[in-house]
């Protein structure tokens, strides 16, 4: 694969669609807005932090923005950097590229060379946990530790029903007139992901809705459904690549995109996995309860299999928030 980025180094461009300067401050976390050259196109992320490297990767219809209540803390311990995917978010949109699963993961790759990050922690979401698998399959050596939101999976079937109506051509028909429905009716849409709609902070629907409306997003995000089907299959098979390696998968026990079924056979295909169900959360759990997550992705970085925990069944444990008791499941 050509990686014109891993050439040419790290090429930041100003963030013209920010007025203010290219660092902007959250609470006492500074959080650079920058872009970068891979494979001849503009990918927009954020930076905070210093330390081990740290990427975090956005669902299908999704941005770098989902991350935002968890960046601050994350950039205590780790370099963080949100991605905003190729033809998401604030990245540039480029006609025809090749949507798979396979070369989301080699681009992921090619973001790295860009970057000079030779290896990296990854925290992903729905899709882009599938994105993480893949690249943790093909790139093995560039994935130290993984953390899975709800990761998107070959054992899931409760959204193939949704997946083949936006296949067909009155599905492509309306999926191209979202990004001009009433913002009410995404906000109502985005509170089904939650396992409580009222956990729905005000700026989160920004996150999912605002690079809609460019040319070029709806395009891609249907190239990635027309052969989603195909993906899983190939994702199924690249899971035996991921035997070795440290997962935490953390799912909300209301999740309706992506079922909790589909989590613990996941949860058995992987040796080296823990399984945190969190109770009356949904599809989104890092945006719903960040307080749980951040510290369990925190934990899970520093130790992800405490000494007294090594045998099948032991539990990882993190600090209960707000009354929430997470089920922890070991080793598969």
């Not at 040419?8 to 461009?13: Q, S």
């Not at 669609?17 to 992320?45: Q, R, W």
């Not at 950039?75 to 949109?93: C, K, L, P, T």
């Not at 700026?203 to 891609?220: E, K, R, W």
């Amino acid at each position: 694969m050509n990686r014109p980025g891993a050439n040419l180094g790290v090429t930041i461009f100003p963030d013209k669609l920010f007025e203010a300067a290219a660092t902007v401050t959250e609470g006492l976390t500074k959080i650079e807005e920058a872009f970068v050259l891979v494979d001849g196109a503009k990918i927009h992320y954020q930076r905070a932090g210093t330390g081990r490297p740290l990427l975090l990767l956005h669902g299908l219809v999704g941005s770098a923005k989902n991350w935002r209540r968890n960046i601050n803390f994350l950039s205590r311990d780790s370099s963080v950097y949100a991605i905003d995917h190729f033809n998401m978010g604030q990245s540039e949109r480029v006609p025809g590229l090749n949507a798979g699963l396979e070369a989301t993961a080699d681009r992921l790759a090619a973001f790295m060379d860009a970057l000079s990050l030779d290896e990296a922690d990854i925290a992903a979401h729905s899709h882009g946990g599938a994105v993480a698998m893949m690249f943790a399959a093909r790139h093995p050596g560039r994935v130290r530790r993984l953390i899975l939101f709800a990761p998107a999976n070959p054992f899931c079937d409760l959204g193939n029903q949704l997946i083949r109506f936006y296949q067909t051509r009155f599905g492509v028909w309306f999926a191209r007139r979202i990004p001009f429905l009433p913002r009410m009716l995404k906000a109502t849409a985005l509170s089904h992901m939650y396992g409580d709609p009222s956990r729905v902070s005000p700026d989160a629907l920004d996150g999912y809705t605002q690079g809609l409306h460019i040319p070029g997003t709806v395009d891609h995000v249907l190239q990635i459904v027309q052969r989603w089907f195909v993906d899983m299959g190939l994702l199924r098979s690249a899971l035996t690549g991921l035997a070795a390696k440290p997962t935490l998968l953390i799912w909300g026990d209301r999740d309706r995109a992506v079922g909790l079924n589909s989590a613990r056979e996941l949860h058995r295909t992987l040796p080296q996995s823990r399984l945190m169900v969190l109770p009356g959360v949904g599809h989104i759990p890092f945006e719903e309860m960040p307080d749980v997550c951040n510290q369990a992705m925190r934990d899970w970085l520093i130790h992800p299999f405490p000494s007294e925990s090594h045998a099948p069944g032991a539990s990882f444990r993190s600090q209960p928030v707000e009354g929430v008791t997470p089920e922890v499941r070991g080793a598969a």
